[in-house]
T-cell receptor, first 111, second 113 residues
Framework: GEDVEQSLFLSVREGDSSVINCTYT??????LYWYKQEPGAGLQLLTY?????DMKQDQRLTVLLNKKDKHLSLRIADTQTGDSAIYFC???????????FGTGTLLAVQP | ETGVTQSPTHLIKTRGQQVTLRCSSQ?????VSWYQQALGQGPQFIFQ???????GRGNFPPRFSGLQFPNYSSELNVNALELDDSALYLC????????????FGPGTRLTVL
């Protein structure tokens, strides 16, 4: 079945690191994605990782992939108040490569 | 390069009415996917259009239908609106075969009363 799970809420202090976790079900997903959604807005693609990689770093963002456990994480270094948003992980499924999203993690950054 | 645009931004309808939402894809993209995002949930895949044909569909009833035009823009039509259709409708464009990076528009907020 298709089921992507995330914790609902994370609160951190400005300057700390944030780690958002996700578990997915489809081991055949070629790419896994992280999207950011600010209030009232659409989804912004933050980063992606190819399924044969373990780690990808992109400026303040680090994605870790554990294929054995089907676990994906997003680490944001030096978290800023502008990082406050909902973060969605997504796997791809089927011939259309449709995105299957988790329920999202609300990141609240305290000044 | 022009990003994905959607219209209208907000819409209020009553039960039983019909609605058409529009999406212009990003320049160079030939595939459009539509998603429904209910409040507090992640987006759910409705369907995808590639070269003017439906190219896959999620678990949505036939009253959800769509079109894609030669310029790759797209419409989502919903007939016989129900209260549960109230949601943010997101359109995403992509170039088939290019890592499936889907770029989202700002969405249309539909409220059904």
């Amino acid at each position: 079945g298709e089921d992507v799970e995330q914790s609902l809420f994370l609160s951190v202090r400005e300057g700390d690191s944030s780690v958002i976790n996700c578990t997915y079900t489809d081991s055949s997903s070629t790419y896994l994605y992280w999207y950011k959604q600010e209030p009232g807005a659409g989804l912004q693609l933050l980063t992606y990782i190819f399924s044969n990689m373990d780690m990808k770093q992109d400026q303040r963002l680090t994605v870790l992939l554990n294929k054995k456990d089907k676990h994906l994480s997003l680490r944001i270094a030096d978290t800023q108040t502008g990082d406050s948003a909902i973060y969605f992980c997504a796997e791809t499924g089927g011939a259309t490569n449709k995105l299957i999203f988790g329920t999202g993690t609300l990141l609240a950054v305290q000044p | 390069e022009t990003g994905v645009t959607q219209s209208p931004t907000h819409l209020i309808k009553t039960r039983g009415q019909q609605v058409t939402l529009r999406c212009s894809s990003q320049s160079g993209h030939n595939t459009v996917s539509w998603y429904q995002q209910a409040l507090g949930q992640g987006p759910q895949f409705i369907f995808q259009y590639y070269r003017e044909e439906e190219n896959g569909r999620g678990n949505f009833p036939p009253r959800f239908s769509g079109l894609q035009f030669p310029n790759y823009s797209s419409e989502l039509n919903v007939n016989a609106l129900e209260l549960d259709d109230s949601a943010l409708y997101l359109c995403a464009s992509s170039q088939k075969g290019l890592r499936n990076e889907q770029f989202f528009g700002p969405g249309t907020r539909l409220t059904v009363l």
